[in-house]
């Protein structure tokens, strides 16, 4: 049975069977000043013992300044000190009882009492019998320091961990921005999730020997470190265990290293030095990523690698031992700044990639996909897919010939490939996925056999802008072939084209297919297209229009932003889609010439249609003055 009582001015929740106190919040009054909770008291004939601060038992007590918590609590509830922002002292008795409280959720620790407070920014004290403590020695019969247990901490500077205790719990001291040393027993197995992280003045790290694991986040944020011992037991580096330590030079040990987790030294700026154990079987997703002045020796051992696991470190050669059987495709990314003399190879006998006729590559075996390229790199013939972004990146890259059997270019695979001028494109290619020439700003020259095979390709993105030059010469006014029934997607989509001939059997135009095509100033679309794509002549340079009875349908944006369209000519009556003509800041006058209004749907956006002139045949008048847009044009005239 349980009831509720006040004793010296504290709120009890009291269990008479089991004869326990939790201490609760207020009922009449938030707590102030100073609270000294005691281990036991006397109600109505029964000694109670306080072992528990209940959730939210001093939530938001603004005004309360010091708390004195006895070796009786074993247990805090969530958020008991949450918005206990002026909570500046938290007195104890004993260490040992102390570490091995349990803290049960955000808050609940009072020396980390705040949701807006960011670690390292506390301000909050640990007394222990009156006296701060800033160098703190933890006895080996606390077997393991429970988690939070000094969290936000803000006055320790040293802590020495004796002989015996063998865990340090979840963010055990996360957040202690002022401490400077640690000392670590060779009793310790574990150091958990976050057990240091944001001790932005903890200076060189030693793991000792019975660690066999370095949590997640363990260290991340520790700034100052500048050296780190790693010690022959671990086996396994957590994710993010090292995250943002930018002043880390050097990493020593860790032979028996066979894990690197994800992020597990990103943002390590400074890291020069690291000599993977040849033990490493995994490295995982950006474990090195931006560690700027970091060489890498691939271990014999490795396994797999994850994505951007190398992003910006400096190779300078990737040896592929026999063992590395998963890469991901992104793994050296922004690796290739300075390609020039790197060495790529794959040692014999490994079952999923090689490195075929010295190519300087690496390509997955099966599938003849070259995941992996550099500046150097001679793809061979026998490869059929250039992997997403095989080459991105490469900043050496200047031109490239893909030779002829490659049938498909992966998403960004030369994305970023900033000096590249020159790509040879061969009649293989049947598909160019998206983004794969993205921001190669000098791309001058695209080189390919024959235009009917540039019209097969499946475009996923526009190409850059550049000139299209068949069999070496320039093609600046295009001739679709009579074998090309359609234009394709994104198919002349900034290319330098000074005109464009399309014939009688081509029945629709793909969206994006002329996008940015600044060179053409008219275009004659035959009587046999029906359908025109969504963005088709985006952004180019027309001064008329012609549109023939066959087109039934216009998609989104298809010429929008034609600054320059003077007027329109619609013979049929077409179904135009939202913002077709938006932006056309020139446009004066429109001939419609079909038997039927076309149906539009916002196509002129953006148009101030009352200084639009639309030419109308003589018998449909009335249809347009009643109908609309039509009868907001600024003046309707008969046809002549």
């Known amino acids: 049975m349980d009831k509720t009582v006040k004793i010296d001015s504290i709120w009890y929740q009291l269990n008479i069977d089991t004869q326990e106190a939790i201490v609760i919040k207020s009922q009449d009054a938030e707590y102030s000043g100073k609270i000294i909770i005691p281990s036991s008291f006397f109600n109505e004939g029964i000694i109670y013992s306080v072992t528990r601060i209940g959730e939210q038992a001093f939530q938001l007590c603004h005004r309360l300044y010091s708390i004195a918590i006895p070796d009786s609590v074993i247990r805090i509830d969530s958020e008991a000190f949450v918005g206990c922002w002026e909570l500046k002292e938290v007195h104890i008795t004993s260490i040992e009882r102390w570490c091995n409280i349990e803290f049960n959720g955000r808050c609940s620790n009072p020396l980390n009492n705040s949701w807006e407070a960011s670690y390292g920014r506390n301000t909050t004290n640990l007394y222990i019998n009156g006296d701060v403590i800033t160098e703190l020695i933890i ?63 903890l200076l060189n790290i030693t793991i000792p020997n019975g660690v066999s694991t370095i949590g997640n986040e363990a260290f991340s944020d520790c700034k100052s470190p500048t050296t780190i011992d790693i010690s022959i037991g671990v086996k396994n580096i957590g994710e993010r265990a090292f995250e943002d330590c930018r002043n880390l030079v050097s990493v020593i040990g860790g032979k028996n290293i066979k894990n690197i987790g994800d992020y597990a030294f990103t943002g390590c700026e400074s890291l020069s030095s690291f000599d993977i154990s040849d033990n490493v079987e995994t490295i995982g997703n950006c474990a090195f990523y931006n560690c700027l002045s970091l060489g890498i020796v691939i271990p014999p051992k490795l396994r797999s690698i994850g994505e951007m696991a190398f992003y910006r470190c400096t190779l300078k050669s990737i040896a592929v031992p026999k063992s590395l059987t998963a890469i991901d495709s992104r793994a050296f990314k922004g690796c290739f700044f300075d390609c020039k003399s790197l060495e790529i190879c794959v040692e014999q006998g490994n079952p999923k990639y090689d490195s075929r006729n010295k190519c300087n590559a690496i390509i997955e075996t099966n599938s003849n996909t070259l995941i992996v390229g550099c500046a150097t790199t001679n793809i061979p013939n026998s490869v059929i897919s250039i992997g997403d972004e095989a080459f991105s990146d490469c900043d050496n890259l200047i031109s490239i010939t893909i030779p002829n059997g490659v049938k498909y270019i992966g998403r960004e695979s030369f994305a970023n490939c900033y000096k590249l001028r020159s790509i040879t494109i061969p009649e293989s290619v049947i598909s160019i996925n998206g983004s794969a020439f993205s921001n190669c700003y000098h791309l001058e020259c695209i080189n390919i056999d024959n235009l009917e095979s540039w019209c097969k390709i499946d475009f996923a993105s526009s190409m850059p802008s550049a000139s299209l030059y068949a069999n070496g010469k320039y093609v600046s006014e295009p001739i679709i072939p009579t074998s090309i029934t359609e234009i394709r997607n994104y198919a002349f989509s900034r290319l330098y084209l000074k005109n464009i001939v399309i014939h009688t059997q081509v029945t629709s135009i793909g969206d994006y297919a002329f996008l940015g095509s600044h060179g053409f100033k008219s275009i004659i679309i035959p009587n046999s297209v029906k359908y025109i794509g969504k963005g088709a002549f985006h952004d180019c340079n027309l001064t008329f229009l012609v549109l023939p009875k066959s087109v039934a349908f216009i998609d989104e944006d298809a010429f929008s932003f034609c600054s320059y369209l003077t007027y329109i000519t619609i013979l049929g009556s077409p179904i135009i889609m939202a913002k077709a003509f938006r932006k056309c800041k020139s446009l004066k006058d429109i001939y419609l010439y079909g038997e039927d209004i076309p149906e539009i749907h916002n196509a002129f956006e953006d148009l101030d249609i009352s200084v639009i002139t639309l030419h109308i045949p003589s018998n449909a008048i009335e249809k347009y003055e009643n109908a609309e847009p039509w009868c907001k044009f600024g003046n309707i005239v008969t046809l002549k």
Do not use: H, Q, W
């Open 139 to 201: 006895p080996g019969t606390v077997k393991t320091i429970k988690d939070d247990a000094f969290m936000g901490c803000d006055g320790l500077i040293s802590v020495i961990i004796l002989d015996g205790v063998t865990s340090i719990g979840n963010y055990s001291f996360c957040g202690c921005a002022r401490l400077k040393s640690i000392a670590m027993p060779d009793s310790l197995t574990e150091i958990r999730t976050g057990a240091f992280m944001g001790c932005g003045n």
